[in-house]
């Protein structure tokens, strides 16, 4: 820091500006050049990060060890605290690192790679599909594992290259969702003959752990609601019950429609069973419509018609149809899913679209990933998982006791 000092002074009899600069020495302060500063003394300063020092001092336990440990052993040789050591193979339990056996002993996992999951989709079109592929692919990069997905196009036939294609690239475990049980004995031969675990999603397939919705049960409570809407709603009549199933997915999904029936069967014991139709929806909108479309044009003064569509995608094709044959005071509907498009609908005040069963697609991901991972760690597993589930109601409804739509 300089003072400015300005100083007139006269020289040879002529006025000269003279403006010189003097330097003000801080108190207490001497400067000194770069060149002769000394290093600091001392250890230097690392950045550590406290938790992930206990993890690797764990791994490093139970390497060094070569055999398994409890939980008891690993606390009294670390002292870290138990609840830190209890996180922490837990985390390991669930990124791959260790496994834990039967008797609840933690062994150190060999680790050469990162594993990768091959995903067959259903379909890119079917709004399910899309929202389970996202929860997985979440799910996955979550966990650090390697997601490869090809999509099913709703079709036997890609179903089975893809297949193909998760062989030959060596993937750790396949996820297969695809709609075709006809062709599931022929996609589970191929991965289980070259050792690659399968877990079928919604889809019984041989050799393979299953995962998803109780149909059965979902159906159940679809069929009782859509009863206690005709009990509330038209004097408890019901004239016809149609279910819309999807045959090609064979008799576990099938099991949503018989599931349907029985809990109406229920309410409506005397009703006769030629009153129960079943209607090949195929899960597609375009045959749902065509299918219930051509139903109300054989039955146009029936009254009390109840819907129970095996997807949201089947349901939303019978909307159109009744909506086309303006029928909407004489039919109710519930689908499955929950996808947007029906949630839509429950919306709409007064509509006949009443309810949809939530297979609640974002909690298949965190499922998909851990099962894999804990059968490629040697763990057992059951063979049958199924998702939670509830039903959505339409927010006016008036015989709503569920979860409602506003």
């Known amino acids: 820091m300089t003072l400015v000092r300005r100083a007139r002074r006269s020289q040879y009899k002529s006025n000269v500006s003279i403006e010189t600069r003097v330097p003000i020495p801080r108190l207490g302060y001497t400067p000194v050049p770069m060149s002769n500063r000394q290093p600091r003394s001392g250890p230097p300063r690392l950045y550590l990060i406290p938790v992930l020092s206990k993890a690797l001092d764990i791994l490093e336990l139970l390497q060094k060890e070569g055999q398994p440990k409890s939980l008891e052993d690993i606390f009294q040789q670390t002292n870290f605290s138990k609840t830190t050591v209890y996180r922490i193979l837990k985390t390991l339990t669930h990124r791959g690192y260790i496994a834990q056996s039967e008797n609840g002993l933690y062994r150190l996992v060999g680790r050469p790679r990162k594993v990768r999951f091959g995903f067959g989709a259903e379909s890119s079109e079917m709004p399910f599909s899309e929202a389970v592929r996202e929860s997985l692919a979440a799910a996955a990069a979550s966990a650090g594992v390697d997601l490869l997905v090809l999509d099913n196009k709703y079709d036997a036939n890609t179903a089975m290259r893809n297949a193909a294609e998760f062989v030959r690239q060596r993937v750790d475990l396949v996820i297969e969702f695809q709609i075709d049980q006809r062709i599931a004995p022929a ?26 919705v109780d149909n059965y049960r979902v159906g159940y409570e679809a069929g009782l609601f859509l009863a206690q809407h005709a009990r509330n709603n038209w004097h408890g009549v019901a004239s016809w019950i149609v279910g819309l199933d999807i045959k090609e997915a064979g008799p576990l999904v099938h099991s949503r429609i018989g599931g349907a029936f029985a809990g109406i069967r229920s309410k409506f014991p005397a009703l006769r069973d030629e009153r129960y139709i ?47 044959a303006k029928r909407e005071r004489h039919v109710a509907i519930v689908g499955q899913d929950c996808i947007p498009e029906a949630l839509d609908e429950l919306k709409i005040p007064g509509g006949c679209f009443i309810a949809s069963v939530s297979h609640e697609a974002a909690s298949y991901g965190p499922q998909l990933i851990q099962l894999g991972l804990a059968i490629l760690n040697g763990q057992m597993v059951p063979p049958y998982n199924y998702v939670k589930h509830k039903l959505m109601v339409a927010a006016l409804h008036p015989g709503r006791r569920r979860k409602t739509v506003k």
Do not use: Y
């Open 187 to 212: 996609i589970a031969d191929k991965i289980h003959g070259s050792k690659i675990p399968l877990i079928a999603v919604d889809i019984p397939h041989p050799h393979a752990t299953f995962l998803g």
């Open 278 to 324: 079943s209607l090949d929806g195929g899960g597609l909108r375009g045959r749902s419509h065509r299918m219930m479309l051509d139903f109300l044009r054989k039955h146009p003064k029936d009254r009390g018609i109840l819907v129970a569509a095996a997807t949201d995608t089947s349901a939303l094709g019978a909307l159109q149809a009744v909506r086309e």
